[in-house]
């Protein structure tokens, strides 16, 4: 499994899985880095170092990131990670599985209800298990079956972390406890892999919802959006007042604290910053000039989900503009440094691209232990640019002339016969291509003349 997720670092691609597998692989890899969650409208990163895990969203929410959900790996870490909540990876995942649907965790560990497990050594010294441990201590050969009726959601995590072994039965063991099985019904509840048939599913209109239920629902809705227009149902940024202003006074009524005396004390919590967060976005939403802006700064830089994403978005944005000036005035080095900010607070692949090209401009005066150790740095952060988004022929250039350092001639001619597709009369890409073909006829007959 472990395999199976790392290779997925850095490549774009999306990861289908259980939350708890993937942090069972990251750990077990050393992963060090961000995780982009994509869960169904609701996309978030958590960052990976040193040993925890950094994010934002509330704890209960993470069990729920059951297998439908996605995610995406990057070595990069986020730059702003440190001033959020951290767990330490191990406590985490043991928290995800306490959290994790009971019937699923069962079903999954079904397959093994026959066997022994023994735990390790190490485990021991993990301190937030010294408690859950305690009745198994000096149990060399544990049934697995009799322990999941009371303990079998630190059996998974033990297994699924390797902190136990299964031991096998013999054939004598296994048939004692295939006796005990036949009168249970540990696994006979639905899990959640069990399709129900259409006969079986009852009818919506035939289950009453509780005003609990109605008001967590909009809450949920609230919290989700994965912006400001989405949040009052605004399609391609275009606003009618009455449909607006209709939206906003039916989410308020609804979480109006008349209306919260019979829920939960978490809920009416939770409702109390939502009504906040709507009324806060409603203000700006309804401001012509900074819906504008707003849209602009989603389509560049990524959501806003609040003023303070907005006001945040506003202040990179205009950093990249005077970034952009530093270039102008030779000012390389600070201009790449905002460039690289920006990137690492927003993932905007334009200013990946510029902390490359605007680099670039002072890599003649670096040494050749600089150029070994950038090049390699440069060449990664144009790969992803490229792949993503594709590059601008300065860009394309670059690469190019990075690749012939490095010594791949094949993959520095393909960039410039990328570039002579676009431009097919670039004599620049022209002269770039004969010169690596010419060197790398007299690099082969040199070695073929030895």
Do not use: C
Not at 228 to 243: G, M, P, Q, S
């Amino acid at each position: 499994m472990e395999e199976i997720v790392l290779q997925y670092v850095n490549t774009g691609k999306k990861l289908r899985v259980r939350f708890d597998k993937l942090l069972v692989a990251l750990h077990s890899g050393g992963f060090e880095g961000t995780i982009l969650v994509i869960d169904g409208a609701d996309r978030y990163e958590m960052t990976v170092a040193k040993g925890r895990i950094y994010t934002d969203r509330p704890f209960n929410k993470l069990p729920k990131l059951d297998g439908k959900a996605l995610f995406a790996l990057s070595n990069r870490l986020s730059g702003n990670y440190s001033n959020q909540k951290d767990y330490e990876t191990l406590f985490l995942l043991f928290k995800v599985v306490e959290n994790s649907d009971r019937f699923l965790l069962l079903s999954l560990m079904k397959p093994y209800a026959e066997e022994f497990f023994s735990i390790k050594p190490e485990a021991g010294l993990i301190e937030f298990l010294h408690e859950s441990l305690a009745p198994f201590v000096n149990t060399k050969k544990i049934e697995i079956f009799t322990s999941l009726k009371k303990y079998f959601r630190l059996v998974y995590f033990l297994l699924i972390t390797h902190y136990a072994v299964i031991i096998p039965s013999s054939d004598a063991e296994r048939e004692i406890i295939r006796k005990k099985m036949e009168n249970t019904t540990l696994f006979s509840e639905k899990t959640e892999e069990v399709v129900e048939s259409e006969e079986a599913k009852p009818e919506v209109k035939d289950r009453i919802v509780s005003e609990e239920e109605k008001i967590l629902d909009l809450i949920i809705k609230i919290e989700k959006s994965p912006d400001i227009f989405t949040l009052f149902d605004i399609k391609n940024y275009k606003v009618e007042d009455r449909a607006l202003r209709h939206s906003y006074i039916s989410m308020v009524q609804q979480l109006h604290s008349d209306r919260l005396q019979n829920v939960s004390e978490d809920i009416a919590l939770r409702a109390k910053d939502a009504l906040r967060l709507v009324s806060e976005n409603y203000e700006l939403v309804r401001n012509e000039k900074d819906r504008e802006v707003m849209a602009f700064l989603i389509k560049k830089y990524g959501p806003i989900k609040s003023n303070a994403d907005y006001q945040k978005l506003k202040e990179l944005n205009d950093a990249m503009y005077k970034a952009t000036a530093l270039t102008k005035f030779g000012s390389f080095d600070a201009a790449a440094k905002i460039f690289d900010y920006i990137y690492k607070q927003t993932g905007n692949l334009e200013a990946l691209e510029k902390k490359v090209t605007t680099n670039w401009q002072t890599s003649s005066r670096w040494s050749a232990l600089q150029k070994a150790e950038r090049f390699s740095e440069m060449k990664s952060e144009l790969m992803e640019v490229k792949n993503k988004k594709g590059l601008s022929l300065e860009a394309l250039y670059i690469l190019a002339e990075i690749l012939e350092y490095q010594k791949y001639p094949r993959d520095a001619l393909d960039v410039l016969d990328e570039i002579l597709r676009i431009t097919p009369d670039d004599y620049r890409a022209a002269g770039m291509k004969k010169r690596i073909v010419y060197y790398e006829k007299l690099e082969k007959e040199q070695k073929g003349s030895k």
